[in-house]
């Protein structure tokens, strides 16, 4: 009888582990022993760090799409449908179309989306990168903005790539002073907690910079309200905000198949930190933005996550014991302006320390991005 192994969400997770069963088990695989199946509701492949560069004219959102069939390995049985309902009991998911599809092993990578709406006034007031839509229409904002107070704001937490407001606002003031605009744009950047950064280290690097590059902050600013017409930020510490653009990192949410299948809260999947192992289902993993462990949501972590879900299935598939864990381990580029980078890499529990920025590690994260659909194929 074939094992089947079912992987959802054709995101950085789900590509890269398919990618990985299939290499790893080829030879089960083409003896018809072992099948994995990757459903996923979108035909390509996102890369969203690329969004970032749009909204500044860097790049194009077309420069983040690759159709799946590229990135898979032949040995992937690719179905294109949205997943909605998982029956943890009898072992079988549900695509859209009512087809079931039963698995042996089953990884949910179904990442996370930004939910505006959930903001009063931040859909029609504020602006984000966050998203295709999104980082277009800030694009043509930031084009014509000459003058003003261009506020960034981190709405919600937890969020996609930690990094990236800090990264906004560094790009914003040095694109800003390129263009000549610099000196009649304010700039402030606010955070919901006492610091202006979830990591401490990150926090300490990161306030004399801003500071330096006379970008303000406001920390303790947790906003809850957006007034469109008088452009206005309105907190839960009881203070306002005048914005003349407001770019905001909105409130995010995993994919409802998590909550409705009963693997998790509010989209995110109680999960064993080390094992990816779900709670509260047998046979089920969750990776990536979807699993709720303690460290960033990033690409880099869905990537590690992907290897050790891999090597914990290929070991259950041929009865050993598995032995793979994650650590947390996390590694991030920050760009501190349009030429200039640093990185962080940290597993769970550790503060990173940054290097001074430099030339040499932006164009190492230019590299990265190029040959990001390398390590989607599984290959780095
Ligand atoms: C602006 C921006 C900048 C970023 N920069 C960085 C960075 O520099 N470094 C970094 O490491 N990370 C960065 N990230 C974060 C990174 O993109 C995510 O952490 C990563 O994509 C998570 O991978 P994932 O597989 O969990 O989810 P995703 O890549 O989001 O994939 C989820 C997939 O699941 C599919 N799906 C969802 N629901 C269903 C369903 N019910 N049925 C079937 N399919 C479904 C979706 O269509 C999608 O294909 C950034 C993110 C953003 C938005």
């Not at 760090?49 to 799946?68: C, H, K, S």
């Not at 304010?186 to 979830?198: L, M, N």
């Not at 003349?244 to 998790?264: C, E, K, N, Q, W």
Request: hydrophobic share 35%; aromatic share 8%.
């Amino acid at each position: 009888m074939t094992e089947t192994i079912v992987v959802v969400g054709g995101g950085t997770g789900g590509t890269v582990l398919a990618n990985r069963l299939a290499e790893d088990l080829a030879s089960e695989i083409d003896a018809g022993e072992v099948a994995v199946k990757l459903v996923t509701d979108d035909p390509n492949h996102t890369y969203k760090p690329t969004f970032l560069y749009v909204a500044f004219g860097e790049r194009e959102v077309a420069d983040a799409r690759r159709p799946l069939s590229e990135l898979l390995d032949d040995r992937v049985d690719l179905h294109v449908d949205r997943v909605v309902d998982v029956d943890a009991e009898a072992k079988r998911i549900e695509r859209r179309d009512g087809k079931r599809l039963g698995y042996d092993h089953l990884a949910i990578a179904t990442g996370a989306s930004v939910v505006p709406e959930e903001t009063p006034g931040l859909k029609e007031g504020g602006h984000h990168f966050y998203n295709p839509d999104g980082t277009e229409t800030l694009r043509a904002e930031l084009a014509s903005f000459e003058e003003g107070h261009l506020v960034l704001s981190v709405v919600g937490t937890p969020h996609m790539c930690p990094a990236a407001p800090l990264e906004f606002v560094f790009m914003a003031d040095d694109w800003l002073r390129k263009q000549g605009r610099r000196e009649d744009v304010d700039i402030t950047y606010t955070y919901p907690i006492g610091r202006a950064h979830g990591l401490e280290s990150i926090a300490e690097w990161a306030t004399p910079r801003l500071d330096d590059r006379d970008i303000a902050v406001e920390t303790f600013f947790n906003a809850t309200e957006v007034d469109p017409d008088e452009q206005v930020v309105s907190t839960a510490e009881g203070t306002e905000m005048e914005y003349d653009l407001l770019v905001a990192i909105p409130p995010h949410t995993g994919d409802d198949l998590i909550s409705a299948a009963g693997l998790g809260d509010d989209g995110w999947a109680d999960v064993d930190n080390h094992t990816l192992e779900s709670e509260r289902a047998d046979d089920v993993y969750v990776l990536g933005d979807s699993a709720d462990v303690p460290t960033s949501k990033a690409g880099s972590v869905a990537h590690f996550e992907a290897g050790v879900v891999a090597d914990r299935i290929a070991s259950r598939v041929r009865g050993r014991t598995p032995t793979a864990r994650y650590d947390g381990k996390t590694v991030c580029f920050i760009e501190t302006g349009m030429d200039e980078a640093t990185f962080v890499k940290f597993n769970y529990g550790e503060q990173p320390s940054l290097p001074d920025p430099s030339r040499f590690i932006h164009w190492a994260k230019l590299s990265y991005n190029e040959s990001y659909w390398l390590t989607a194929k599984g290959l780095l």
